[in-house]
């Protein structure tokens, strides 16, 4: 890896867009976070992704892939960027090293499918560059609702009762499938891609028709499907700060304005309420950061993640709902916001980001890569 030239400053790389349902959110968490980046440590490089996976550089990808006419702009069609040169070795070519040059640490801004499932941190991991967030592994399970719901239950960490369904199965079987939800749970039940985030595609079902209908929605953007039982719960969210010694912010409490927190709720309607901090008693707030902490460390978070939670309203039992590992980034969101109440500035959150991933990256870099067998 090659370093900025300008030793003053590092140079960092935000991406942003990608081939996701969340595009937008992820344009806007992006913003934020290049505006609230201190020019004097930090050489900004943004890369744009289309929708359609060309990777936009230049001056201002931002505006566009915004403006909607980006799939008609000159970039680097990732799927087409490797080339075997003569030995039989991959390598990039050269008509894509000028698209992607050489940085200090990569900040993805990435939500959802094809930035927050360990793809492109895989490819990350490949050109061997610090980034911020966690890896491959960390990443898939923390979008992938239903494998992160197995590895959370296997650690002792409470998740509401739930069945998954694949696609195929649902367009082979419709009626085996709402037959053995119903046998299994009364209604409402919540259905949800595997793979995907800010409640794109969610429904909340109270019948069969409803069922049906939101199974549907979810097939339209994820091969697995999710239903779980609905709770009367207050819904708590908790942001993951570090490595492997991660700690937890103060929670927040969010008061959806619609029947549940859903895409409208969360970035257009403007009218949820966040109580920062949450009107918990001391014992809820530990166990609450407890539990985040050890979600963080079951799936081998690094960095970040927030972690939701739900507090049943007759029971006080606490639920570890899911965990985020690239939340938003938006001036009106719970994890800058969070880690604001309990002291740490936006600023000064991007720059810890940045630090973990550095030091998460000579961590790596410490570990034996070959094996030599004493003669």
């Not at 941190?121 to 560059?129: M, N, R, S, W, Y």
Request: glycine share 8%; hydrophobic share 40%; proline share 5%.
């Amino acid at each position: 890896m090659t370093f900025s030239a300008d030793k003053d400053r590092l140079r960092v790389a935000v991406l942003f867009g990608g081939r996701s349902g969340e595009h937008e959110v992820s344009l806007a968490s992006a913003r934020s976070v290049m505006e609230a980046m201190d020019e004097k440590k930090y050489e900004i490089y943004p890369v744009g992704i289309t929708k359609s996976g060309r990777w936009i550089t230049g001056s201002d990808p931002m505006s566009l892939l915004q403006s909607g006419v980006e799939e008609r702009t000159e970039g680097m069609d990732m799927s087409r960027a490797l080339d075997v040169v003569d030995g039989g070795e991959l390598t990039l070519k050269d008509s894509s090293r000028s698209c992607f040059p050489d940085v200090d640490v990569v900040f993805p801004v990435l939500h959802g499918t094809y930035g927050e499932d360990g793809t492109v941190q895989g490819l990350l991991e490949l050109t061997d560059v610090p980034y911020v967030g966690a890896g491959v592994l960390g990443s898939a399970l923390g979008l992938d609702k239903i494998a992160q719901k197995a590895v959370l239950s296997a650690n002792g960490l409470p998740v509401v009762p739930y069945l998954s369904v694949t696609r195929t199965r649902w367009g082979e079987a419709p009626e085996g499938v709402l037959k053995e939800m119903e046998e299994t749970f009364s209604y409402p039940v919540f259905v949800k891609p595997a793979n995907l985030g800010s409640s794109v595609g969610i429904t909340k079902a109270c019948g069969r028709d409803e069922l049906e209908a939101a199974l549907e929605l979810a097939a339209h953007y994820d091969r697995r499907l999710l239903v779980e039982t609905a709770v009367d719960a207050r819904e708590i969210e908790c942001s993951v700060l570090g490595n492997d010694t991660p700690r937890a912010s103060l929670p927040g409490e969010v008061v959806p304005c619609n029947e549940f927190y859903d895409y409208e709720a969360k970035y257009i309607d403007g009218d949820s309420e966040l109580h920062i901090p949450a009107d918990l008693d001391e014992e809820m707030v530990q166990r609450i950061q407890d539990a985040a902490v050890r979600a963080f460390l079951a799936i081998d978070c690094a960095g970040m993640a927030r972690v939701d939670f739900f507090i049943c309203r007759d029971t006080g039992t606490l639920y570890v709902n899911e965990l985020n590992t690239i939340p938003g980034f938006t001036e009106i969101s719970m994890y800058p916001k969070l880690w604001e109440a309990s002291g740490l500035s936006y600023p000064r959150l991007i720059d810890r980001l940045i630090e973990c991933a550095l030091e998460r990256y000579e961590q790596k870099k410490a570990s034996a890569t070959s094996y030599e067998v004493e003669a």
